[in-house]
């Protein structure tokens, strides 16, 4: 599961969430003008809710409890959070930069030639 | 739970802090206060929040309140000339032109048109521009040896002669209007995605895609899955269906039917496909269609990071336009092309996912904008003019471990066969047209997907198209009655009725996660060989005869699972036996017990029909002649990438590593 309320006080009311979930995962209470995270066991994780969400209602879980299962997959390391992602994330194209700045000075191609792959 | 990504709480006011103390001061109201019908203005509460406590330290609310039922469907009955099933660019090409074509449309979808399925994530739209100098005949040199030799060379002779104007019919829906990467925008600073959000709503394609097919004059039905395709006689009448969340029955009476419903997966692991569920597929096995090469795996990744977090992965491909593609294979790169593609998209994930990963310390960042244009995909015409820069989304974690969709198919490889000479997508039942990715088995990417980034948005718009126009012109003239008989509703009622019924049986959610245990490891599905496989096949028919009879419901958000099991089961024992079908190694297909190419015995399409007692027919379709290529050619040159085990079990030497897609 992957959609979590970061506050109910913040939901509008306007049903983006319902209305833009693929998973049936969010139901809308009328009395209270409130949506409901009814099956988050179903949520995809794609965060289509969590993007366009007004008020502010809802966040996306780095956790993942039930869907880590891939073919297979590599270990990771205490030292990886989202936050130190969030800062490899960010750096990123600086470091793209300064990596195409170096392979130009080699006499490498500016454009990146051709791979074909 | 610390969230993800999420700033700091004690960042000042940034516009999302702003925004959430607004809130929070109107919060310390109360929930009951806060109840009224109307959406509240998120603005009026910004405004208070102008002189609100942020620093108060409100209580944030998170717990959820009860789960209400949602109301039925004020309609439930439709009548038309096309029903269009699945809302993804192949349904909306369908819909639109069916209904330019002078037919009366219904789009049914289990979601909402623009939001469902797998086409909010196209990320990328290639076409084949011979006004910017494109050779055909490059092109397909490159995707006959890169499929493998499977390849449908008359569905890519469509592509080749429409996929520009199916760019310009997309671009003139306001599909596609191009605005800067987050990377480029101060929202960059601190991955504020709601704020990049919001500063691109007005050219945000998904929220278009909906308002684009009503104004048009088409009704729309949407949170509604259809179970079964309605034939009277031989001829299709319409489809049943129900309305997700309230469980109610939905009848389409039509004159003709085009299922565009996408493929499935097992489970979504990283990869937003997980409202595909091979609902298509399972219906029309029923109909007794022949289903194809569903041994062809999808080889897309996630990083190990957060392997099963698609909006880790796939965030910038729903935020960001649609870069543009294409115009990237010439007569010089057209072989290097193909073997480049082959390399780096089946054996280096075979032989990366075989060997195991380099630890994940979450700094591989991939950034497409420092990509060479090879890998963007970009034009190599050197012309100014030309607007195919390539794919060049903001920089996200790397994928480095296959398997986000396990059970989806390579593109365009399975489902529904058509025959070799079919390029409408009709199904050979009169009225019934399927179109689209994972749904219309056509084989246009042969046994691989060797054809660049931005095929598929582009090729199932096509398919849509076509089908649209088909089934338009069927419904005019039609004799059929367009009507569901009532003991088709009693049917499709009786099934989706059957899990509430349950007394005793199980949960949908634990089947799930059960069959994708089965199927998900490594020797299943990337790894093959018999043994594996039987296994699978055993593990697969007990949950076909011991579980599926007895999936439980208590609500209609899990009757839908229910019925989606039931499809994810039978695709999964077609995967299994098709796998076990081809004694070979091929495109995205590896068998470690037949590590090589084998052209005497499977240049052919594998079909599975359901046979007259229930049980499934397999079958081989050869291919034409024309399109396979010269057989007579030296093996090692024909096939100029190896699988592990090959070069020993043919005789030729190892080649040096195929890896390419690195830590």
């Known amino acids: 599961m992957s959609v979590v309320r970061y506050d109910l006080n913040n939901c509008i009311g306007c049903q983006h969430c319902v209305t833009v979930c693929p998973m049936d995962v969010f139901r809308f209470d009328t009395d209270n003008n409130k949506s409901v995270i009814a099956y988050p066991e179903n949520c995809q994780s794609c965060g289509q809710c969590y993007m366009g969400c007004q008020g502010r209602s809802l966040d996306m879980s780095y956790y993942q409890t039930s869907m880590v299962n891939a073919a297979a997959r590599a270990a990771v390391p205490d030292s990886v959070t989202p936050d130190s992602v969030k800062e490899a994330t960010i750096a990123q194209p600086e470091k793209s930069a300064e990596e195409a700045a170096a392979k130009e000075a080699e006499g490498g191609d500016k454009s990146g030639g051709w791979s074909g792959k | 739970m610390s969230n993800f990504m999420d700033e700091s709480r004690s960042d000042g006011l940034s516009r999302r802090a702003f925004l959430r103390a607004g809130s929070l001061a109107a919060g310390g109201l109360g929930l009951m206060a806060l109840s009224g019908c109307a959406p509240q203005e998120a603005s009026e509460k910004t405004d208070t929040a102008a002189t609100g406590d942020a620093a108060s330290g409100e209580t944030r609310v998170t717990t959820e309140l009860a789960i209400p039922a949602a109301a039925a469907p004020e309609k439930t009955t ?89 760019y310009q019919r997309l671009a003139d829906w306001g599909l596609m209007d191009r605005y800067d990467r987050c990377a480029d925008t101060e929202y960059w600073n601190d991955l504020d995605f709601q704020g990049y959000y919001d500063a691109n709503a007005s050219v945000d394609r998904h929220a278009r895609w909906l308002p684009l097919i009503e104004e048009a004059g088409i009704e729309v039905a949407p949170f509604t899955m259809v179970v079964d395709v309605a034939r009277d006689g031989d001829a299709v009448c319409g489809a049943v269906g129900f309305h997700v969340p309230s469980g109610t029955l939905v009848t389409f009476n039509a004159k003709s039917v085009i299922m565009a419903m996408g493929g499935g997966c097992y489970k979504p692991t990283g990869y937003p496909v997980g409202g595909n569920t091979f609902d298509g597929e399972y219906i029309a096995y029923n109909l007794g269609l022949p289903i194809a090469n569903k041994e062809f795996d999808d080889f897309h990744v996630t990083t190990s990071y957060a392997s099963g977090n698609s909006f880790v992965d796939n965030q910038w491909d729903w935020l960001e336009n649609i870069w543009l593609c294409g115009g990237d294979i010439t007569a010089d790169t057209a072989e290097s092309y193909a073997t480049g593609k082959e390399k780096a998209m089946v054996v280096a994930r075979v032989t990366g996912t075989i060997d195991g990963m380099a630890v994940n310390d979450g700094t591989n960042i991939e950034d497409q904008a420092a990509a ?107 004799s059929t009655s367009g009507k569901v008989p009532q003991d088709t509703i009693d049917a499709v009622k009786a099934e989706i009725e059957a899990p509430l019924n349950q007394e005793k049986g199980f949960s949908p959610d634990w089947a799930r996660d059960e069959l994708h245990g089965i199927m998900s490891p490594f020797w299943v599905l990337v790894d093959k060989s018999e043994p594996a496989l039987k296994a699978a096949l055993t593990q697969v028919q007990q949950m076909r005869d011991k579980v599926v009879p007895k999936l439980q419901a208590t609500n209609p958000h899990q009757q839908r699972l229910c019925i989606e099991m039931k499809h994810k089961v039978l695709s999964a024992e077609m995967k299994l036996r098709a796998s076990l079908e081809r004694q070979e190694s091929r495109g995205a297909h590896y068998r470690s017990d037949f590590p090589y190419r084998d052209d005497d015995n499977f240049l052919c399409y594998i079909t599975i029909t359901k046979g007259d007692k229930g049980d499934m027919v397999i079958d081989r379709v050869p291919l034409k002649q024309d399109w396979v290529g010269d057989t007579k050619q030296d093996y090692a040159t024909r096939y100029a990438v190896r699988f592990p085990g090959e070069a020993k079990a043919k005789g030729l030497p190892e080649e040096e590593s195929t890896g390419g897609w690195g830590k």
């Not at chain 2, 032109?97 to 002078?102: F, I």
């Open chain 2, 78 to 166: 439709y009548d038309c000339d096309v029903l269009v099933i699945g809302g993804g660019f192949a349904g909306l090409n369908a819909a639109m032109a069916a209904k330019d074509a002078g037919a009366s449309v219904v789009m049914v979808d289990k979601g909402n048109p623009g939001y469902s399925g797998l086409s909010p994530w196209p990320s990328s739209h290639r076409w084949f521009d011979p006004d910017m100098g494109d050779d055909a005949d490059a092109f397909k040199k490159a995707i006959t040896m890169g499929g493998e030799y499977l390849v449908n060379q008359n569905w890519y002779q469509m592509w080749i002669d429409h996929s520009k104007e199916t």
């Open chain 2, 372 to 478: 060479d244009i090879g890998r963007r995909g970009g034009t190599l015409s050197g012309n100014e003019d030309d607007i195919r820069i390539g794919k060049m989304l903001s920089p996200k974690p790397k994928g480095d471990c296959y398997g986000a969709a396990v059970g989806m198919q390579s593109h365009f490889s399975g489902g529904v066969f058509c025959g070799l000479d079919d390029v409408e997508g009709a199904t050979g039942i009169p009225g019934l047209w399927v179109a689209g990715d994972g749904i219309n088995g056509c084989a246009v990417t042969g046994s691989a997907y060797p054809v660049g980034v931005g095929f598929t948005s582009n090729f199932t718009s096509i398919q849509g198209h076509i089908a649209g126009e088909a089934a338009a012109k069927y419904a005019a003239s039609a």
